[in-house]
């Protein structure tokens, strides 16, 4: 008998892979048949239907807590940036336009996407842009980001975005759209306005974990729902680097599918844990009324603004009959990109986004007297380490400037007054972590003003000569 067990053996394992190999391409529905029957991924290549996406790197403020307004970088002016959504075989046409404000690269990375890293994820200079095609061929959700290096601090300033790719038979429900994320502010704003601390970053010590971009913004505007109505949610973490262990207080998950996938699935999950640069698609149906809050369950970092609620209402308006190809992540994906969100089951106005400060730059009187002809100050988070500068007059001097600020571009350059009427001296441009000596030559007694030409309204102060 002994000589029949590997051969039985062999047939099972035949067996069983034949039948994964059947399986695989397909899933089949749960117990409340929400899931039909749909492909793990697109084994027929490009469908016809070209999306055409274009996305605009560039820098401007974002209140990402009550009065916290912050220096993100962005996609089309969102932190995180519009939801885009796809279905499973569409060709994407993808623009990547760098608008950048501050002189810095930017680039894109679609975790959606098959294509060369070294050919289409390449950084792309300000002024200029990239275009390329891919075709969606797996379902699910998705995180696309900025690639260029620091890749932390670019993430964590907010270069970050969803993006569905939707099975044409996924059955037809009420959606949302979360993408969680970290900020780390520095210790002070700059003329109101907090920069971005690569130190803390490094170091996983966040001020903010949110959703959509603004601490805790969905307890004053929970998501509607219906109750016993099945609903979806999509959760992308773009991170940087803290796991999402996701939550609703109060209820199950029906169906969870990872990365969004429906050929993954798990059932009556109570908590999922979406890791950086992934995410997960939710189905849910909660019968009673009432307030379900949805959390990271990894509490160390709720009370830092990880919390909304889903209100289950019986006079909740009806789900929208369809979702726009770019929306609004502020409201959760429900309504168009630049529409500014506002509808029910949303913040009723988006985040302040806007590049307006107050006056920059001290006081003319600022005190501080000439030491010497050789000067220093250097560039951190997106700050100098002082606001007064002093040469003796008559005397040509230099000035030792330390970039610390890896990838971002700053200079000094002094001008006769706050308004940059005339320009007496102006260093080369450096991006750091980079030390560059400037000489400067004899300057007239007066009090003058100094700048970084690429943060002019952030990084200022006052020149003095005598």
Not at 251 to 278: E, K, M, V
Not at 350 to 372: D, E, I, L, T, V
Request: with cysteine; glycine share 10%.
């Amino acid at each position: 008998m002994r000589k029949f067990i590997p051969i039985g053996a062999f047939v099972l394992a035949l067996a069983v892979i034949v039948g994964i190999t059947i399986v695989a391409p397909a899933i089949s529905g749960g117990p409340d048949g929400r899931a039909a029957d749909t492909p793990a991924y697109n084994v027929d290549g490009a469908n016809g239907t070209i999306v055409n996406v274009d996305l605009k790197a560039y820098e401007t403020v974002q209140e990402i807590a009550p009065g916290v307004r912050y220096h993100v970088w962005t996609f089309n002016g969102t932190a995180p940036a519009p939801v885009i959504r796809v279905h499973l075989g569409d060709t994407v046409h993808f623009t990547l336009t760098n608008a950048s404000r501050i002189g810095m690269q930017h680039s894109i990375d679609f975790h959606a996407a098959l294509t060369p890293w070294d050919v289409n994820y390449q950084p792309v200079d300000p002024g200029k842009s990239l275009s390329f095609d891919f075709v969606a061929r797996f379902p699910g959700v998705f995180l696309y980001h900025c690639g260029v290096p620091p890749v932390l601090q670019h993430l964590a300033n907010g270069m970050y975005g969803a993006i569905i790719v939707e099975a044409d038979n996924l059955p037809t429900e009420r959606e949302y759209v979360l993408v969680s994320s970290e900020f780390y502010p520095g210790a002070a704003p700059i003329h109101g306005v907090y920069e971005g601390d690569l130190d803390r970053m490094t170091a996983v010590d966040p001020q903010y974990v949110v959703f959509n971009g603004v601490a805790d913004q969905y307890k004053d505007a929970p998501l509607l729902v219906k109750p016993d109505e099945p609903f979806r949610l999509w959760v992308v973490n773009a991170g940087p680097t803290l796991t999402n262990a996701f939550h609703v207080i109060g209820t199950l998950f029906y169906q969870t599918h990872d990365s969004g996938n429906p050929a993954n699935t798990d059932y009556g999950l109570q908590t999922f844990n979406i890791a950086p640069g992934s995410g997960a698609m939710f189905e849910l149906q909660i019968p009673d009324a009432g307030l379900y809050p949805f959390v990271t369950h990894a509490f160390a970092y709720t009370g830092l603004g990880a919390l909304g609620l889903i209100k289950v209402d019986p006079d909740a308006p009806d789900a929208p009959d369809s979702y726009p190809v770019m929306a609004d992540p502020f409201s959760g994906g429900v309504t168009p990109a630049g529409s500014g969100g506002g509808t029910t089951g949303t913040p009723t106005s988006s985040p302040s986004m806007s590049m307006s400060m107050p006056p920059s730059g001290p006081a003319a009187g600022a005190a501080c007297s000439p030491s010497g002809t050789s000067l220093k100050i250097s560039a951190h988070n997106s700050a100098f380490d002082a606001n007064c500068l002093a040469a003796p007059a008559g005397t040509p001097f230099t000035i030792a400037f330390d970039n610390q600020d890896a990838s971002i571009p700053h200079n000094v350059a002094i001008y006769t007054d706050e308004a940059a009427t005339t320009n007496l001296f102006t260093g080369d441009v450096v991006t750091g972590p980079k030390k560059v000596t400037y000489k400067v030559a004899a300057l007239d007694a007066g009090t003058y003003f100094f700048r970084c030409d690429i943060h002019p309204t952030t990084m200022t102060g006052t020149f003095v000569v005598k």
